[in-house]
């Protein structure tokens, strides 16, 4: 078991919004668990391979009958399958990008969800760090395809825990088109930091 599963995902180290506000959560974590058993991930800086057919076709291939290759990247899979299920809380800490997900973070989920076999039964918390805003009455309302898309992917292998955790305008002060969110933008940070740390101490 492990007291925590910590994934993260955006590349941009320390100008990382995502990460900025996770390093919150994790501080008031070990605070409230010292001790605690945590596993990392960072699928930024040490990535793990997309699913393929060798992967795949491993499920269905007695272990005898498999290749070298086969059974490791079949072990792998496992090994992340595991990870998930023996958590006791899941912290994924993400950009939003192109509207949804990183790619890299796509590769753990489809990695990850072995139909009948994940079962989350702790708690899940997403960090999201999103460059704008597609609240209600924005311009884009409705095209955030990230936030419901990862609230259902761990309702759909039985998380009933579920906190999505959101900064908006993180482009504010890059963007010149923005330029009038960066209030909105600060504030929103230090609400989604003020969120994860009580979720954390929770
Ligand atoms: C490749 C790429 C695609 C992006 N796509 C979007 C997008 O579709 N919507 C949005 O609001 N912001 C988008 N952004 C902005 C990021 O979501 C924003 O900068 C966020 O703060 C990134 O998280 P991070 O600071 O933790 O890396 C994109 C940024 C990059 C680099």
Redesign the pocket.
Known sequence: MSDLLHIE????GD??????ISKEFMAAFNEKNPGAVIVSRDLANDPIPHLDGETILASRTPEANRSETMQAKHEFRLRLVNEVIEAKHILI????????V?SVLKAWIDQMIVSGVTKVTGKVTIII??????AEGAPRAG?DWETGYLRQVFTSIGATDVEIIL??F??AG?VPALADFIDRKHASISAAKETAKARAAA
């Open positions: 995902v955006s590349p941009q100008n990382s919004i995502s990460r900025a800490s993400t950009p939003m990008w192109n509207f949804s990183p760090s999103q460059g704008g805003s597609y095209w900064s908006e993180g482009l890059i």
